[in-house]
């Protein structure tokens, strides 16, 4: 059945296999100290113009998360993240698991706001009893975030200042983060992310890879022991190699933006075509994930033909429903899908 | 360079990356509910013979073993182990840092005695101070153990006995399982473990895998809502088809046994080269893992020539190394081997 | 300086001192197998009315919160709160010390709605991605709350039936029990506690003891092996008789209801007193915490002649301060407090 | 019945009893800011030769150890200890509860071996595979130990040598602190303990106190942030007074000291008499434990008499037991437990 249920519904783009194929006999030493690895590291320092940034791969989002914030903290410290944070919600207590409480502020479409995480922490420290109080010690964004939006290089700047004022690290989960570098509404380059933040990853499990997360610390701000803290974490690989090659190949001939771009050309039509059959958007997001409010009736009539996610309720007898694209999406299913819609308005 | 360093210097059986690129581009659902993963667990039960099995597939094995000895232990238990147990050297604490304590017993080539385990069983509730102490809660062994060494069915039989007259589950490590089976000396079936333990694992990452262990809680024994302990240890993976097809292809057509066999039969030789040459082993291993005994100069001869594991200091002036075969291992590579042991002896 | 700060600026009734001098060199065995915490659970038990009660002494409020709360939950699940639930804000994020998220539900006046929890209860389960997100394992409230409100009987019952639907043991944080059971507009008592909740604690420390909590599951409650989680959680005390011989005291000839009804008998008084000279109160508090609002330069005025807490802001020229009265407040002190707030106005 | 079980048996020296007597019902803030504890650590720094040390109180020993060890060490590390260790043996993982392993060395008679500590270290830090494993990043001792010996000055100097060489911390467990510093056996100071070691406690539990432990930190030592590392630990106390009138009373007109002497001159009386008798010693202890090697028939004739400690067996018909004096120990029930002994061997 054709699917736009999420952004990991195939395996991986074919460079990156082919790739995998010519170096399979290859021997190669373990846990991430191969040449592919090393290879791949270098692409990503250059793309992000920083030949300082510390590197490592890891395999999935959640265990990034996890391992990332728990280095990061001390004993008494928290994260904070907007209310709706990947970690605060779907990691089912994975942070509060490592020991460490999410501290909540406010979301707005997804996103954090600086005035309000600047507000939240001079609150924190006038509060006469905040000894007896987990102390703010990381901050946790998503860019793109949980519902597709994109922080402009002005609130990414605004947010990073207020962390700098502290001195807590600020720390951009971009699990999709090839679908905001090439959005067309977004003027943040993985340059600024690399200038702004303390660490951020480099989704790949979502952009062409079949698992793998590139971490990066810039200017050479990786936690004393890392390595230590992701074999801990259960994070590490024996054959670092499969993550190194993928990501190689990610970062040879710009394949990891040209992808990208072609998930936000196929989401572009999506959009347009979703709304010029006059379907309602829950949120105008710009970026590969776009969420359509459905009457209920119709949701249930399309799930038959086509996968997508539900998201939730909206009003009485509507639901909000999610509809992705990928660097997997072809324009021909974009085609089945509203011929889809159209047959199914009809009845 | 030539390398015995390890069974992960290469990425995985041609077959197993066939499967992938067949199925690359259909569309299926994530974490672990696609209909690959659905396959290789129909498989693996077969070859278990318990069709009432709970399957689950997870990226590696230091994850595996916290996340199952986290889901199976109260907070008040730990894991009991041989003090050799990779959970109590090598994986950096990381049952400790899941809240448990690694219990230990003492280890004989690597392997726990039922005799003595019964013992510190009851010796510890005969304690008049045990609640004060942390309860037993699980026994955790490795098949083949980080020694190469095998149990024979007696011994893993009263190793069964013990725990189940406790009530105490019994989990088999068995990253490196396939070449335990494939033993020439072994006389222990995949279905002699699935009938025995209560937990176990087959290694995929060490025999034949890009990575992927296979979590086997026979008789519908899986802990209570143990997805999201998975989840909640960062070992799901979103694309749980990489998994799912990895261990399709691996159980399909005997796959799995088969270059489990070939790794043997490169150990045989091997071994039979270096014997024949009068190198004394440090103890006699059945499997893929051989660990030889070297002067410390002719050591560092080798080193320069091919790569195997430094294992420790043996006496004054000799060394324990290791020198492992894979499913991956060529007889010209053994050969070529060879031929470097007799040039560094000539010198 | 005269302080209505909180409830535990003095040391113990002096009953209790004596009890301790008069016991103190019978020589009793530890950790809380002695005579006198025999007797004191006996008492206690015939106060709840249930004669298969549970119950356990531990030093202090968090320690008791973290301990129950980890022994009642499972690793995958966490504990639903008000957000201005004690174990939300102000225990330095003990409870996800131990692993466990704090799941947080509306606050009303302190209190949560029985409506909201099953509301919330609802919507995990209805979430067709709940198995990615932290389960609730167990509710907590506290009565009084930190707003010094209570829950009626109707209310308790309500909550009570929530969670038995769903099998969710609830937990009610009684630090301040004595305070709730004696306010003048209650209809619960204990024996309505013992029955409506699954472990409770009879707060001793702001209630006439130097130290301690009675922890309570009724009806053998207790979970498995309870007595080695207080141990691992550091909350177990050598000399158990140190609590055991002050709730026997507190629990003979009714004297924590009597002390507790002195404190709210000064509770009016002092409310009257605030009432009759024109100020505002923060909400309706019925027990020995009263909430009321000062103009910040008034609070200055009298920060320099009496110790109280503050609370937080109340618009741009006014503060939440709050007065607590105790078992140890004297009506001297409470005319004392009425004639500086005279004096103060008066300049 | 007459016991010898253990060092608190007992409530509090009078002295101690009185002085909360006094102090009773003059209000004082909470959470160890009162003016008690504020005498209580200058009269420690004083007697610990050290104005700058850092004093916190924490009600229990476990509790101590577990926020101490917890505080010192970064994710990572794990705290070293002799197998003996309280730590490692009889708190019911409360280390591992806080997510670190317990590294063992051997014991000798309850001590650790600066040499074999050494080597340990060594040993570790050569390994290459040391990145996987748990960092030492604390050292524990007790002092006195499990097993009532002392270390030398010269012992614990090359302890303390060992660890400031590579920058590890080296944390005493002074439980019976007392004891050792009044052994007729001993060149240690609490001087001395301040000036080698970077953290320790004074116990006050089993040395005139109803509850309570000192933790110094040197030379301003204290973790950052250390009060909320308690407060999360669930062991900080409201009211702080209990702790700091206690310890407060022990350290005026050297209370501590005497009392400690007096449990040893008790200890000393035992000790000849069961010489005297004919009764072997498990070992020679110098403070307040006497270990005794009892016939099985023997050991059961006294139990019905005298309460002590059961050890361990000792060979096939004999066992070890423990009589422990205190500060409260009378010279008449000494002179009783000799009568006992003799009426046992006439039968």
Request: aromatic share 4%.
């Given at each position: 059945m054709l699917s736009f249920e999420n952004d990991y519904s195939e395996g991986a783009h074919e460079a990156v296999l082919q790739r995998l194929m010519e170096t399979n006999r290859v021997q190669q030493v373990g846990y991430g100290e191969d040449e592919y690895c090393r290879q791949a590291k270098e692409k990503i320092r250059a793309a992000c113009g920083d030949p300082d940034a510390d590197i490592f791969f890891i395999v999935g989002g959640t265990q990034t998360n996890m391992t990332v914030i728990d280095a990061l903290l001390s004993g008494v410290e928290g994260v904070v993240s907007a209310t709706t944070g990947h970690v605060n919600v779907?990691?089912?207590g994975a942070i509060e698991y490592t020991g460490h409480k999410v501290l909540t502020v406010p979301e707005h479409e997804g996103k954090m706001d600086a005035g309000e995480l600047n507000a939240f922490l001079q609150g924190f420290f006038a509060d006469?009893?905040?000894?007896?109080m987990v102390y703010p010690g990381a901050v946790y964004i998503s860019h793109?975030?949980?519902?597709g939006t994109l922080y402009s290089k002005a609130e990414l700047t605004a947010l990073s200042r207020v962390c700098r004022e502290r001195g807590i690290p600020l720390f951009l989960d971009g699990a999709r983060l090839g679908y905001g570098l090439m959005?067309?509404?977004?003027?943040?380059?993985l340059g600024d992310i690399a200038a702004l933040c303390d660490v951020f990853y480099i989704g790949g499990t979502k952009v062409g890879a079949l698992c793998g997360e590139a971490v990066v610390f810039p200017?050479?701000?990786?936690?004393?022991r890392f390595i230590t803290h992701v074999k801990q974490h259960g994070a590490?690989?024996?054959?670092g190699r499969l993550l190194g090659v993928q990501f190689d190949a990610l970062f040879t001939d710009n394949l990891y933006f040209d992808i990208s771009r072609h998930a936000i050309d196929m989401a572009e039509k999506l959009k347009q075509g979703f709304a010029a059959r006059g379907y309602r958007f829950f949120l105008d997001s710009p970026t590969n994930q776009q969420f359509i409010i459905l009457p209920n009736a119709e949701m249930r009539r399309l799930e038959s033909r086509v996968r997508f996610s539900y998201w939730g309720p909206c009003g009485e007898d509507s639901s909000v429903v999610r509809f992705a694209t990928s660097w997997a999406t072809t324009e021909e299913n974009i085609d089945r899908l509203m011929a889809i819609l159209d047959e199914a308005t009809q009845r």
């Open positions: 779907h990691e089912a006469p009893t905040h000894s007896h793109p975030t949980e519902y959005s067309r509404e977004t003027d943040v380059t200017r050479h701000g990786a936690p004393d590490m690989v024996a054959k």
